[in-house]
């Protein structure tokens, strides 16, 4: 069964740091983008950070600067490195993915489940 399973949420205070890790686990043939977003309660799920297949990336204006999204292709893994923690990045953070799963037509979009992130002190 495919699916993408997040770690790395958690409880920190704010200007602190938490890196966030995304596995994709199935029968894959090939992932093309990844990333991350966000929704905070009573708001829209926005986006965080995307990189592609081939390294390239971007970022929301608010993060720039702060977070880092990178990949493990061997691993099929994305992570995000958070730092410079505000209580405005407060929210549940998901992983997406495009990826070809065996035995399915073509390019999907795939979404985890979420790990809760939260800046207080």
């Known amino acids: 069964q495919l699916q993408l399973v997040e770690s790395g949420g958690g409880l920190v205070q704010p200007g602190g740091s938490l890196r966030l890790s995304c596995i994709a686990s199935g029968r894959i043939f090939s992932i093309n983008s990844m990333g991350w977003y966000r929704q905070a309660p009573g708001k829209q799920r926005e986006l965080v950070a995307t990189?592609?297949?081939?390294?390239?990336?971007n970022y929301e204006d608010s993060v720039k600067g702060r977070f880092t999204i990178s990949r493990d292709n061997a691993k099929n893994t994305v992570y995000l490195q958070m730092n410079s923690l505000k209580p405005a990045d407060t929210a549940v953070y998901y992983c997406n993915a495009y990826l070809f799963a065996l035995r399915t037509s073509g390019t999907q979009e795939y979404w985890g489940r979420g790990t809760q992130v939260t800046v207080s002190s």
């Open positions: 990189i592609s297949s081939g390294g390239s990336t």
